[in-house]
Nanobody
Framework: QVQLVESGGGLVQPGGSLRVSCAAS????????MAWFRRAPGKDREFVAT????????YYADSVKGRFTVSRDNAKNTVYLQMNSLKPEDTAVYYC??????????????WGQGTQVTVSS
């Protein structure tokens, strides 16, 4: 069992930066692929980024490629999403997820409760 807690969301102006974090409980964090998804108001949940167990492989949605960076610190049981050049369309609740398959599909086993990111002037 893994419990995930996101933090770091907030209000940021267009063009600004924000880093959200996801802290995981348990001793087996390094065994899980991790991912970030988001759900904008009135829209379905969508894939943002994923990182494999070692952190050496990452994959991004086209909409965030070149602006967002996913990373992890297995010693701290934490995964991060650094978001730069933020746009109003990045406004969403951001969720982290843990699973056994490095994938952009949403079939991850464990999910956090989400953190709100709002991009607005």
């Amino acid at each position: 069992q893994v419990q995930l807690v996101e933090s770091g969301g907030g209000l940021v102006q267009p063009g600004g930066s924000l880093r959200v974090s996801c802290a995981a409980s348990g001793r087996t964090f390094s065994s899980y692929a991790m991912a970030w998804f988001r759900r904008a108001p009135g829209k379905d949940r969508e894939f943002v980024a994923t990182i494999n167990t070692s952190g050496r492989s990452t994959y991004y949605a086209d909409s965030v490629k070149g602006r967002f960076t996913v990373s992890r610190d297995n010693a701290k049981n934490t995964v991060y999403l650094q978001m730069n050049s933020l746009k109003p369309e990045d406004t969403a609740v951001y969720y982290c997820a843990a699973g056994w398959v490095f994938s952009q599909n949403d079939n991850y086993a464990y999910w956090g409760q989400g953190t709100q990111v709002t991009v607005s002037s």
